[in-house]
């Protein structure tokens, strides 16, 4: 029954919620902003006129278009400046002699096929002296009994949790 109520008033509130509210247009040092709040006294609401927003290309395209072309003719010549210096490095590392590896040692040669593996013993960790002033762990919480959702008795009680 409550939880009928309870969905009758959020039901009631919603279109309270949900009421739409005014929006104005207000054109400031040639920006435009929309806001909530009108600009000037004599605002009025901002209506549409359709339901697609256009917006006005630049009238300077054809100079936007040579200054993106500029940059690319930049780019490329760039990265092919930076891939012939990589390639005259490359000749230049593959025309150097190569300097001579340090000789290695004799392998030794096993008559048999297989040999095991040196036996070491395992690592363990070193054992820590039990301290003095560590408290002993408590069998159970301050919260809990001696079973899971159980209270501990109060201590005047003649029996504990403790004595059974």
């Known amino acids: 029954m409550r939880a009928l109520k309870l969905l009758g008033a959020t039901l009631l509130a919603l279109p309270l919620c949900?009421?739409?509210s005014d929006i104005y247009r207000c054109e400031i040092d040639g920006v435009i902003e929309f806001s909530d709040q009108p600009c000037q006294t004599d605002s009025v609401p901002y209506q549409p006129a359709?339901?697609?927003?256009?917006i006005e290309p630049a009238q300077d395209l054809s100079s936007i278009q040579q200054?993106?072309?500029?940059?690319l003719d930049q780019h490329r010549d760039r990265q092919t400046r930076e891939d012939e210096i990589a390639a005259a490095r490359r000749l230049a590392a593959a025309q150097t002699t190569p300097?001579?590896?340090?000789?290695?040692?004799?392998?030794v040669i096993s008559p048999w096929a297989w040999q095991p593996p040196t036996y070491r013993p395992p690592?363990?960790?070193p054992v820590r002296p039990p301290s003095e002033f560590e408290p002993p762990p408590q069998r159970y919480s301050a919260l809990s009994g001696p079973f899971p959702g159980t209270r501990r008795r109060?201590?005047?009680?003649?029996?504990?949790?403790?004595q059974r």
Do not use: H, K, L
């Not at 359709?50 to 256009?54: A, D, Q, Y």
């Not at 300097?99 to 392998?107: F, H, I, K, L, N």
């Open 18 to 20: 949900a009421q739409a």
């Open 50 to 54: 359709g339901s697609i927003s256009v």
């Open 67 to 71: 200054r993106n072309q500029d940059w």
């Open 99 to 107: 300097t001579p590896a340090p000789p290695q040692p004799a392998r």
């Open 123 to 125: 690592v363990r960790p």
């Open 154 to 162: 109060a201590s005047n009680d003649s029996t504990t949790s403790d």
